[in-house]
């Protein structure tokens, strides 16, 4: 099966010396996603960009996403899985530490509108899995846990791997090229959409990024650029 790799960098991108760099590198049909404003973490207008990517994509998608990137790819992907063939999502951010229109301050954090309830809440409907480390800063390692079994995930703990990202030492990373490689490899006869039965793409009002817009201009007068 041919297919396009999509990266889908974190909070403030990944810059030149980051692991998702190097993977692009690796890969000749990896391309990175575009259109997004990786200082501002607004889930409706990255999860649009990711699901543009998606929609343009020649072939089958993989997705490999890292932190506030894999809250915009599950939600992306949720209104089309049946053009994504699998998601590696690294180092997932607590969607309680963000609201719809960012980050939230330290005492609000947790105890107000956060964007727990605008992801998918079952199954993906595709293979997924969710690399974590027991001291990462942006999530604990039992709230990446308990989205990776809500999303039918396999979770991998990774140990003591800060955020997975260049402060914590990861540059170049051949065991994620590999794992990708071999879930690309163990799945490659599968259908899309097979898993949890045949699902078919999301659009309108019950798209769940339509509803993710609705919510966030009920927050900021948000004005959709793309239509749903």
């Given at each position: 099966?041919?297919?396009?790799?999509?990266?889908?960098?974190?909070?403030?991108?990944?810059?030149?010396?980051?692991?998702?760099?190097?993977?692009?590198?690796?890969?000749?049909?990896?391309?990175?996603?575009?259109?997004?404003?990786?200082?501002?973490?607004?889930?409706?207008?990255?999860?649009?960009?990711?699901?543009?990517?998606?929609?343009?994509?020649?072939?089958?998608?993989?997705?490999?996403?890292?932190s506030f990137g894999c809250l915009a790819s599950v939600v992306a992907a949720a209104d089309r899985p049946e053009r994504?063939?699998?998601?590696?999502?690294?180092?997932?951010?607590?969607?309680?530490?963000?609201?719809?229109?960012?980050?939230?301050?330290?005492?609000?954090?947790?105890?107000?509108?956060?964007?727990?309830?605008?992801?998918?809440?079952?199954?993906?409907?595709?293979?997924?899995?969710?690399?974590?480390?027991?001291?990462?800063?942006?999530?604990?390692?039992?709230?990446?846990?308990?989205?990776?079994?809500?999303?039918?995930?396999?979770?991998?703990?990774?140990?003591?791997?800060?955020?997975?990202?260049?402060?914590?030492?990861?540059?170049?990373?051949?065991?994620?090229?590999?794992?990708?490689?071999?879930?690309?490899?163990?799945?490659?006869?599968?259908?899309?959409?097979?898993?949890?039965?045949?699902?078919?793409?999301?659009?309108?009002?019950?798209?769940?990024?339509?509803?993710?817009?609705?919510?966030?201009?009920?927050?900021?007068?948000?004005?959709?650029?793309?239509?749903?």
């Amino acid at each position: 099966m041919r297919h396009t790799t999509l990266i889908v960098p974190g909070f403030h991108g990944s810059g030149v010396t980051h692991w998702q760099t190097w993977l692009e590198a690796q890969l000749p049909d990896a391309r990175r996603v575009t259109g997004i404003d990786w200082d501002e973490p607004v889930l409706a207008r990255w999860a649009g960009a990711v699901r543009r990517e998606i929609d343009g994509a020649a072939h089958a998608v993989w997705i490999v996403a890292h932190s506030f990137g894999c809250l915009a790819s599950v939600v992306a992907a949720a209104d089309r899985p049946e053009r994504v063939a699998g998601a590696l999502l690294v180092a997932p951010a607590d969607p309680a530490r963000f609201g719809p229109l960012g980050l939230c301050d330290e005492l609000s954090a947790g105890h107000g509108d956060d964007l727990g309830p605008w992801l998918p809440q079952g199954q993906l409907g595709f293979p997924c899995a969710v690399i974590a480390s027991s001291n990462d800063p942006w999530v604990r390692l039992t709230v990446a846990a308990y989205w990776a079994d809500r999303w039918g995930g396999r979770f991998i703990n990774i140990g003591a791997a800060g955020h997975i990202n260049v402060d914590s030492g990861f540059g170049p990373w051949p065991y994620c090229l590999e794992l990708l490689q071999r879930m690309q490899q163990a799945h490659e006869d599968l259908p899309l959409g097979a898993i949890g039965g045949a699902r078919l793409s999301h659009k309108g009002r019950r798209s769940a990024l339509a509803k993710l817009r609705h919510h966030t201009r009920g927050s900021l007068d948000f004005q959709p650029t793309d239509p749903v």
